[in-house]
């Protein structure tokens, strides 16, 4: 083969290769491509080169140079398009996207409001010296009943109206139905002064509808000491719902009956221009300072307990408590 037919058939394998790389739309047509053109065993490069050995001695040392030139410009054209493709797939996805900006703020989960709300309570309340109390869910009779003067016959003892458990090895055991258990708890361990709140969760077997529900929280609050009387508790209870409704909320009394306080009451407060009971207290009746080995002669207490899904609720505007604890999330991240 003459030199002038080799050099010739080098530069049209060139073009066409490079302008096959270039048109190539996406990886498959380049990989068809750059095997057409690179393929080691029928590629089109391979079959000029071929011809190098019918070339005359004379004008290899050209025909070689010559051909590792093409092959190099061959090669590099194919690796051009490689990149131009990586790049058009973020292209093709959207023209827009900007790979220098800052990356989305990771979607992080929230409190429940009702968590939010026991904080905030915790809080309020450690500002007035009343410091967390814990106990136990599951009760037993002398807790939850016995030693609040409770009676053998009274109804708040009634199987309808509580969750009693089976099988506890001789001791009646309940789901507490209201957080004055912690009271008895407290007492027992402790000598007045005493000023505490517990907050947690009680148990009574009501159908779940706007404003019921078979579980809820309860923040109740103690403290016995020397000379304590219902002004305090009144004063104790304005300065809770200033602080967690908002400025000069008005507290009323009305009266009520529990048999763990004397006199007991209901309270309500006055809040976006209207009255709304938020739950109960009282004057710690002597038969459960005696029940705890206090003597009813020498320190006096009050009590209150408040419903928190109340006084969540209202805060938040909630209307229907079950949305508290359906937790579809589309709800809960208005929090
Ligand atoms: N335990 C009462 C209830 O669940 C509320 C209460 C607490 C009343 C403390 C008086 C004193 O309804």
Same mark, same amino acid.
């Given at each position: 083969?003459?030199?002038?037919?080799?050099?010739?058939?080098?530069?049209?394998?060139?073009?066409?290769?490079?302008?096959?790389?270039?048109?190539?739309?996406?990886?498959?047509?380049?990989?068809?491509?750059?095997?057409?053109?690179?393929?080691?065993?029928?590629?089109?490069?391979?079959?000029?080169?071929?011809?190098?050995?019918?070339?005359?001695?004379?004008?290899? &040392?050209?025909?070689?140079?010559?051909?590792?030139?093409?092959?190099?410009?061959?090669?590099?054209?194919?690796? $051009?398009?490689?990149?131009?493709?990586?790049?058009? /797939?973020?292209?093709?996805?959207?023209?827009?996207?900007?790979?220098?900006?800052?990356?989305?703020? &990771?979607?992080?989960?929230? #409190?429940?409001?009702?968590?939010?709300?026991?904080?905030? @309570?915790?809080?309020?309340?450690? $500002? @007035?010296?009343?410091? @967390?109390?814990?106990?136990?869910?599951?009760?037993?009779?002398?807790?939850?009943?016995?030693?609040?003067?409770?009676?053998?016959?009274?109804?708040?003892?009634?199987?309808?109206?509580?969750?009693?458990?089976?099988?506890?090895?001789?001791?009646?055991?309940?789901?507490?139905?209201?957080?004055?258990?912690?009271?008895? =708890?407290?007492?027992? #361990? =402790?000598?007045?002064?005493?000023?505490?709140?517990? %907050?947690? =969760?009680?148990?009574?077997?009501?159908?779940?509808?706007?404003?019921?529900?078979?579980?809820?929280?309860?923040?109740?609050?103690?403290?016995?000491?020397?000379?304590?009387?219902?002004?305090?508790?009144? #004063?104790? %209870?304005?300065?809770?719902?200033?602080?967690? %409704?908002?400025?000069? /909320?008005?507290?009323?009394?009305?009266?009520?009956?529990? &048999?763990?306080?004397?006199?007991?009451?209901?309270?309500?407060?006055?809040?976006?221009?209207?009255?709304?009971?938020?739950?109960?207290?009282?004057?710690?009746?002597?038969?459960?300072?005696?029940?705890?080995?206090?003597?009813?002669? /020498?320190?006096?207490?009050?009590?209150?307990?408040?419903?928190?899904? =109340?006084?969540?609720?209202?805060?938040?505007?909630?209307?229907?408590? $079950?949305?508290?604890?359906?937790?579809?999330?589309?709800?809960?991240?208005?929090?």
């Amino acid at each position: 083969m003459a030199i002038d037919a080799f050099l010739q058939s080098l530069t049209e394998l060139e073009a066409e290769a490079l302008g096959a790389f270039d048109a190539a739309p996406d990886a498959a047509a380049l990989e068809a491509a750059r095997i057409e053109f690179l393929g080691a065993k029928n590629g089109r490069f391979k079959s000029v080169q071929k011809g190098l050995g019918t070339i005359p001695p004379a004008d290899k &040392p050209l025909a070689g140079k010559r051909l590792n030139e093409v092959r190099d410009a061959i090669q590099s054209g194919f690796d $051009r398009a490689t990149e131009r493709l990586a790049r058009g /797939v973020i292209e093709e996805v959207d023209p827009t996207f900007d790979p220098t900006l800052p990356a989305a703020p &990771p979607r992080l989960g929230r #409190r429940h409001p009702i968590t939010q709300t026991i904080g905030e @309570l915790v809080d309020i309340m450690g $500002r @007035l010296g009343f410091s @967390l109390e814990e106990g136990p869910e599951i009760e037993d009779e002398r807790h939850n009943f016995d030693a609040l003067n409770i009676p053998a016959d009274h109804p708040a003892r009634d199987p309808l109206d509580n969750f009693y458990l089976s099988g506890s090895g001789g001791v009646l055991r309940l789901l507490r139905s209201q957080t004055s258990t912690v009271q008895i =708890r407290v007492m027992e #361990r =402790r000598q007045p002064p005493v000023r505490i709140i517990a %907050l947690g =969760r009680v148990y009574r077997p009501d159908t779940a509808d706007p404003t019921h529900y078979p579980m809820f929280h309860q923040m109740e609050g103690l403290m016995v000491d020397r000379g304590v009387t219902m002004a305090d508790l009144k #004063r104790t %209870l304005a300065l809770f719902a200033d602080s967690y %409704l908002g400025t000069d /909320v008005d507290v009323r009394f009305r009266p009520s009956f529990f &048999p763990f306080t004397e006199p007991s009451v209901e309270v309500d407060f006055f809040w976006n221009g209207r009255w709304m009971e938020f739950g109960g207290a009282g004057m710690v009746d002597p038969n459960v300072l005696r029940a705890v080995g206090y003597d009813p002669d /020498v320190v006096s207490g009050f009590a209150f307990g408040l419903g928190v899904e =109340r006084l969540c609720m209202r805060r938040f505007g909630v209307t229907d408590i $079950r949305d508290l604890y359906t937790n579809d999330v589309r709800f809960l991240r208005q929090f």
